[in-house]
């Protein structure tokens, strides 16, 4: 595959011609704002360094959040790798599941839990963002690929959980494809289209961003942080190189604050999550070493932008924000569901 295609959803896995350790991640997410739920999708490929392990997998978490407690189901099944197969119309499937680029649909189970889905998937705009700046891989110091192929999707369909089936009426959403020998070393992952505006109004507001930390020798390379904004109809690309050494952020289990410009205008935001927020997931990395995903996406967000004029709009988003924070510990206070 053109290393320049790798904003869509044709995937890079070829199993003839793999010699070392792979991984490949499609995800998914979509919001019921009204309802605070949420569900997460994920189909990989997984190879070992040494081929041990050769799997395709589908992940799926749903989230319900009440005042009380949020309700939160995970589930992972596993196949051999010989399952997934490549579509020629930029999609995959993996045994009977399928991500083509209209919908998506599937099921997953274990001893305690069922969930199906049937949905369509609608882009509302052509937006898409690279997360690694552009001479990283150029100069070969970044392997990896990490990408949101649609940063502005509706799903319209339903999902079954135990039994209970929920509709899905232009959810907004996202969808990302992520690839290479292995994984970071750890990062922190956030997106919102689902804001509002200082009146309460729906604003047609996008945020998607990244602070990571690459693998180095037995250790971890300095944070780097990219992110997209799309501020009614002007997107903003903070990913060049000199756009992540500027930008600056932080983040922990509590929070995910940043302040990065771009084109004169500057985007400041705190992503706020709850340990009750979080479904721990572990993920395998090509050499077998462990991460810990601690996943919610129904957390908060408050993002304030300052244009050159110095007007300032602040917009908001209740237990609508994916917000995800990876590590190589798992918090001893978030449960693994899978």
């Not at 490949?24 to 040494?50: G, M, P, Q, S």
Request: net charge negative; proline share 4%.
């Amino acid at each position: 595959m053109d290393a320049a295609n790798f904003l869509t959803n044709e995937p890079y896995f070829n199993r003839e011609e793999r010699t070392g350790g792979f991984q490949e991640v499609w995800y998914l997410k979509f919001n019921n704002v009204e309802a605070a739920r949420a569900l997460w999708l994920r189909f990989t490929v997984l190879i070992r360094n040494d081929k041990s392990k050769e799997v395709a997998e589908v992940w799926a978490i749903f989230f319900e959040a009440n005042d009380a407690s949020v309700h939160k189901v995970g589930i992972k099944n596993t196949w051999p790798i010989a399952s997934f197969e490549n579509m020629e119309t930029q999609g995959l499937r993996i045994e009977h599941n399928s991500l083509l680029p209209d919908r998506t649909e599937g099921s997953v189970s274990d001893d305690n839990h069922q969930l199906r889905w049937s949905l369509f998937l609608k882009p509302l705009n052509n937006l898409q963002f690279d997360f690694v700046p552009a001479m990283l891989p150029r100069f070969k110091l970044v392997k990896n690929t990490a990408a949101t192929v649609y940063e502005n999707l509706a799903f319209s369909g339903w999902c079954e959980v135990d039994g209970a089936r929920y509709e899905w009426t232009n959810a907004p959403g996202m969808q990302g494809h992520l690839s290479g020998p292995r994984n970071g070393h750890s990062w922190a992952w956030g997106h919102c289209n689902c804001f509002s505006d200082p009146s309460g109004a729906y604003a047609p507001v996008v945020w998607d961003g990244l602070c990571a930390r690459a693998p180095l020798g037995k250790g971890a390379a300095p944070p780097l942080t990219s992110m997209f904004f799309r501020i009614g109809d002007k997107t903003y690309h903070v990913n060049t190189m000199r756009d992540v050494l500027r930008s600056r952020s932080h983040y922990d289990f509590d929070q995910f604050t940043f302040r990065v410009k771009k084109c004169g205008v500057l985007f400041e935001g705190t992503v706020s999550a709850r340990l009750e927020d979080y479904a721990g997931v572990t993920y395998e990395d090509t050499d077998g070493s462990l991460l810990y995903c601690h996943n919610s996406k129904i957390s908060d967000m408050i993002l304030s932008v300052t244009h050159a004029n110095g007007a300032t709009t602040e917009y908001k988003a209740n237990r609508a924000v994916a917000y995800e924070v990876v590590s190589r510990e798992a918090h001893p206070n978030v449960p693994l569901l899978i």
